[in-house]
């Protein structure tokens, strides 16, 4: 399930049986997932920093898993297959919520540091916005992507910053958007696109893909890794 090795106070090596698509820390930094998309019981691993300890959550395979996360002040973790989106208390080992998925494969999933809010990206180019008070349902899906597979979508942690998002895909192009929720839940979300970040030039016959990003945790800058093996910096004008 996992090895712990300490190399020295700055640097521990966990060992997995396998390898990993992917790593999601808790947000108060103890707690961090590592995942598989094999359909296997110990796909998903929760790991526990201080205490040097692993766990697998579920006792069968739920299915193959493309990408978790934390909700930000309760023992929730969404974990997002090909075809479904899950919500499963750790702490009462149950399934909480199931949403319901519009795109045909879903890549990537982020919730919104109030976790009222959900956004899902998708292979078919589709990212699906969640008002999660409201229904299971995705509450607007955008195709900016023009079915080109969406390799990220990220909110921005930061609370003076929190009204960003950002999605990524095959087509070279980041949208940056503007996100306002209101208190009142039958006021409708405000959802404005800002800003279009693109790695090709129209002079270059070779196009490249934009394959992750990541927002800065205080600025609002975004670092994007691209498939021309170089990692760019956006930031505000």
């Known amino acids: ?13 966990i060992s997995m049986l396998n390898y990993l698509s992917g790593i999601r820390w ?7 997932a590592t995942f598989r998309s094999e359909r296997e019981r110990a796909a998903l691993v929760i790991h526990r920093f201080t205490k040097f300890e692993s766990q697998i959550p579920f006792s069968k395979s739920i299915g193959s898993i493309q990408d978790v996360a934390w ?6 973790l969404y974990v997002a297959c090909k075809q479904s989106i899950r919500c499963f208390n750790l702490e009462k080992s149950k399934m909480n919520e199931r949403y319901n998925v519009t795109t045909n494969w879903v890549t990537r999933l982020d919730l919104h540091s109030s ?8 292979l078919d180019g589709k990212v699906c916005w969640y008002d999660m008070d409201l229904s299971h349902a995705p509450y607007k899906t955008f195709n900016f992507h023009s079915n080109f597979a969406v390799r990220n979508v990220q909110f921005h942690k930061h609370h003076k910053y929190s009204h960003l998002w950002a999605t990524c895909a095959d087509d070279g ?5 503007y996100c306002k929720m209101f208190r009142d839940k039958f006021m409708d979300p405000i959802l404005i696109p800002l800003n279009i970040l693109t790695v090709n030039s129209s002079g270059k016959k070779q196009r490249h893909r934009f394959l992750d990003i990541q927002w800065h945790n205080t600025q609002p800058w975004i670092f994007a890794a ?3 093996g170089v990692i760019r910096k956006f ?3």
């Open 1 to 13: 399930m996992g090895s712990y090795e300490l190399i020295n106070k700055n640097v521990v090596c």
């Open 26 to 32: 808790h947000h108060n930094g103890d707690y961090f």
């Open 71 to 76: 909700h930000p002040r309760k023992p929730l």
């Open 115 to 122: 976790a009222l809010n959900m956004i899902v990206g998708g």
């Open 173 to 177: 192009k980041i949208y940056i958007f």
């Open 226 to 228: 691209c498939s021309d």
């Open 235 to 237: 930031v505000s004008k």
